[in-house]
Structures are given as C-alpha cells and as structure tokens.
C-alpha cells in the first residue's frame, strides 16, 4: 500500500466549455457560433441528432452547478467565455446579459473558493466570422484581439488565471484537413494557414493581456498526443519522429520557442504545402510572446510505424504520408471511443516538458473517460463507475511518480464535472462526475465523485500494489 500525497496547493478541479454545457434559452442575446449552425445544418453528423441548443444547462442551472463543486471540493474549474454570447453580431456590441451571466459565475465561483481559470477560444467561432472566412481571414485575428481585450476589460477583477485557446490544433486539424469538425474543409495548405493565424491570435491576445496592467497569470492549453514507434527499427523511429513533428512540435514550438521547427519548413517546402500568408512581423511577434502558465490536455498515445505503402501522389496532402497507425497488442481499450487507455504516458509528457520546456510552470488541464450507455451502471439511484475511478488512480500514480522527481506539475483537472455535450459524439460518452438526465436536467452525482471529493479532502490517495 503505498500513500501517495500531492503538494500542497495542488488545483484540483475539472474543466467544460461554453458551448458544451451552457445551452440557450430565449432572450438570452446570444448569437450563433459555428456549433450551433452545424449541429442544426448537418444534423446527420451529431450523434441521436442532439445540437446544442441544451447541452448541460448551465446558463440556467449555474447557482446549483456551483454549490455542486463546492460541495465536491474542487478548488479550481477551468471554463470559457462564449465569444458568441458575449459579442452576438458583427456590430461588436456586447450584450449585456452575457456581462451580468459571466460576473455572476465568476464572483460565486470565487465566493465557494473556487477559482475560476477561464479560456477565451473552445473551438467556437462566431459565425458572423466564419461567413467572412473564419480563421483563414486575418480579420479573425484582429476581432479576437479585440474580444480578449474586452474580456480583460469586464472580468480582470474576477479571474486570476486566463487561457487564450483550447486545443489551438483542432480547429486546423479537424476543421481543415481531417473533416471532423465544420466546415468541413479537407485541404492540408488551408490547414497550415489557419493553424498559423490561431498562433498569431493566441500571441495578439497576449499582447493585449499584457497591455491591461492585469496582475493575474495567461497561458495556453495544448493537446498533447505523445508518440510511441512500433520498435526501434530506424524507419519507425523515422516515422515517430515525423508524427511528432506534424502533430506536436509544428505547435509547440512555435507557443513554447518562439518559432516553427526549421524541419517542418523544409519538409512543406519540399511539397509546396507551406502557407503563403505569413509575415515577418508576425514571425516576430511569435518569437516575442511568453505565456505565464500551460495546460496540458491528455486523452491517448499515438502509436506509429512505418508507412507499408506509398502515399497517392494525386491524394490530399497529410503528416500521414510519413506514418500510419499502429495498435499494438494486449493494448488497453476504453472501447466507447475506440481509444487507447496508457496512463504511462503522463509520466512521459512531464518528462517531455521537463526536457524540452523547462521551467514553464504547467497542470493537467484536462483527463478523462467517456464511457457509452452508463444508465447500465446505475444500482440504488446511483453510476457506480468503478472504472473512472480506476482510470484516474492509473493516471494520478504516474503523474505522482513525474512530481516526485521534481516535475513542476501544478494541478489536475478532470474532464468534466457533469456529462457534456461533446462536439460530434454529443451525449454519445459521458465524461461527468456528475450524471446528467437529458429528458429531466436532473443531476446526480457518480460514484467517481464521492471518491474524488475524498481525493480532495486527503490530498492524495491509497494505491494498492494490485492496482
């Protein structure tokens, strides 16, 4: 049996999204952002065609969903400002409503001690701007510069930890090149071009942040997929590399160095893939931005070989013409989402940051497991998810492991507080540690939450050499 404590002052806390649990309600000033147009237009996409006019209700159900964490313990929760609500229409008025909803957040959450780390940008673009070109216009950059200017303007005074983009690579990534997410686009070059603006965006936020003679810390939460190679053969290494340089340090070092990889040039060069509009001022403002703090969000490993044939010349470019996939046997599953479940790889990325990043103060932004069909679980009114708890003692041991050898780890987040509506799968996986009841709005909480209210009040946890 071993104890294993956290250091004290540890965040715990979990994370959401505007647009994953606020939901609407009539008269709420809010305009429409590019999740609220696709779930409605291309209803087919979203899993029981559920949009996300409701979501988790929390535009409506605030007050109780804060006594809800207080009496969980969390300390910390991360959430975003709605660009949408907040900005409904190309005018640039604010709506007033969402000024009164967002202070009223704010302040209660800091009233039960809980601080509230608020991101600007989770995926949802106004689409007032994706009509206009979305990310792909440099217009976008300039209006969200001006919309975290505003955001610092009206609620400096209630936070204390800023975040200027979720997962700046999924809008890119998924958007643009991959059709996962709207619109739909699948042109790696476009890809390269939004990806590079939101890198722009993300250090004129900074630039504005710093400019507002606010006292409190700004940062980034990156999506961080760490990349294992079939064996140690040099073409899967090659193609382990390659994977990496695509998916992690084509981001990372441009937010954590100050500029792209000299690798990654080279290579769309050689393809004539390198996007066109990019200037030597914003190269230079990337290379001048630091951030105060980074979130780290984990959910699976990567695993690649070497590609076993050659890429269609005449296909769409992709970082997958340098690797394919690799499952590697006796693997893990949460089969819900078709994931693989390495809690190692915790301990790997705080060796990673450790190595590559050192001194950038960091925390598990996000962490979690989506589990299909729950109601299955249910016994005496309760989810006895068993496997959540399971799941997060796996990944708390190897994150304890990382801070015990002087990783500079601040806190864990856990996605999410209660189910959410989450992008494609809607209500597909729930994450919560709290149940939500789509037909009533009824909220109840899971046994992963008496366990992680304990978790809390100790500090840490009792592992057992079986688990």
Known sequence: MANLKFPDGFW??????????????????????????????YNNRFFDGVTTQETSRFYT?????????KALGLNSLRTSISWSRLIPDASGTVNPLAVQFYRDVFQRMRDAGIAPFVNLFHFDLPMYLQTEGGW?????????????KTCFELFGDLVDHWFTFNEP?????????????????VEFKRAAQVLHNIVVAHCRGIEAFRASGLTS??????????????????ADLKAAHMADLFYTKSLNEAILKGHYPSELNEVLTQYGQRPEAVSAEELALIAATKIDLLGINYYRPRRVKARESLPNPEGV?????????????????????????????LYDIAKMIDRDYPGIPWFVSENGIGIQDEARFIRDGMVQDDYRIDFLKAHLACLHRAISEGSHCLGYHMWTFVDCWSWMNAYKN????YRLDLATGEKTLKKSGVWFKQLIQANGFELTQTE
């Open 430 to 433: 729930r994450y919560g540690f």
């Open 317 to 345: 470019f992709a970082p997958e013409w340098f690797f394919e996939p690799y499952e590697m046997p006796g693997r893990q599953m949460n089969t819900s989402r078709g994931i693989e479940i390495y809690p190692e790889a």
């Open 12 to 41: 715990w806390g979990a994370a959401t999204s505007a647009t994953q649990s606020e939901g609407t309600v009539a008269g709420d000033g809010k305009g429409d952002n590019i999740w609220d147009y696709a779930s409605r237009h």
């Open 61 to 69: 159900d605030h007050v109780a969903d804060i006594d809800r964490m």
């Open 169 to 185: 690579m999924i809008p890119a990534e998924a958007g643009y090149l991959h059709d996962r997410h709207y619109p739909f686009v």
């Open 136 to 148: 792909e216009n440099k217009a976008t950059i300039d209006a969200y510069a001006r919309y975290a």
């Open 217 to 234: 810390q700004i940062g980034i939460i990156m999506d961080v997929i760490p990349v294992y190679p079939r064996s140690q053969n040099p």
